[in-house]
Every structure is written in structure tokens, then in C-alpha cells.
């Protein structure tokens, strides 16, 4: 069975940095993308950023800069670096993998950023 197993979630001051990590395992298909999303009460979920196979990373305007993706060697643990957070960023994060050969995603159970002012 898959899991994306999120962590590192908390609360941190404005201006202040986190870092979270999403676990995967379970799956017999290769990993081709993984990303970040996030989610505040009663908005859609926002995309983040995205790390492919090959390393290459994107991310939305709101975070570039700020934020970072990276990934451990074996390709199955994904980081998301938060620096200079803001208020703006409070919101429960979601990994979401995409896999080569599976048509559907999966997405963790969401860890909580609270930045306060």
C-alpha cells in the first residue's frame, strides 16, 4: 500500500523557516513527479512547487525564492525548505506523487504551517 508520510510541520514567527519532508513507500512504480501543495479553510488547494525525475524543480511565484525542493539520493523522500515565512504562508501542506505507469496521484495526510505576525 502507498504512503507519503508528511512531517515537520509547526509553528514558527514571521520571517522565521521550516522544513518539510514527505516520505513515500509501498508503490512498484517509479516516481515521476513529486510536489507540494497547500491548503488553507475554506480555499482550493494551491499548488506549491513540483520536482520531476530528472531533479528539475518549479515553483509558483508566491514562493519562489523563498522556498526550496529538494529530494534525498534515493528518490523517495522530498524536503520542502521554507524560508521567510510569512503570515500569508499559514496553511496545511500536501506532498502529491505522480507515478510512470499510474494514472492516479497520491497525496499524504497533510502536515500544519502556522506562521504568526
Known amino acids: 500500500q502507498v504512503q507519503l508520510v508528511e512531517s515537520g510541520g509547526g509553528l514558527v514567527q514571521a520571517g522565521g523557516s521550516l522544513r518539510l519532508s514527505c516520505a513515500v513507500s509501498?508503490?512498484?512504480?517509479?516516481?515521476?513527479?513529486m510536489g507540494w501543495y497547500r491548503q488553507v479553510a475554506g480555499n482550493e488547494r494551491e499548488w506549491v512547487g513540483t520536482i520531476i525525475s530528472s531533479g528539475s524543480t518549479t515553483y509558483a511565484d508566491a514562493v519562489k525564492g523563498r522556498f526550496t525542493i529538494s529530494r534525498n539520493k534515493v528518490g523517495n523522500t522530498m524536503y520542502l525548505q521554507m524560508n521567510s515565512l510569512t503570515p500569508e504562508d499559514t496553511a496545511v501542506y500536501y506532498c502529491?506523487?505522480?507515478?510512470?505507469?499510474?494514472?492516479?496521484?497520491?497525496w499524504g495526510q497533510g502536515t500544519e504551517v502556522t506562521v504568526s505576525s
Open positions: 502529491n506523487v505522480k507515478w510512470y505507469g499510474w494514472q492516479y496521484d497520491n
Open positions: 509501498g508503490s512498484r512504480y517509479s516516481i515521476a513527479a
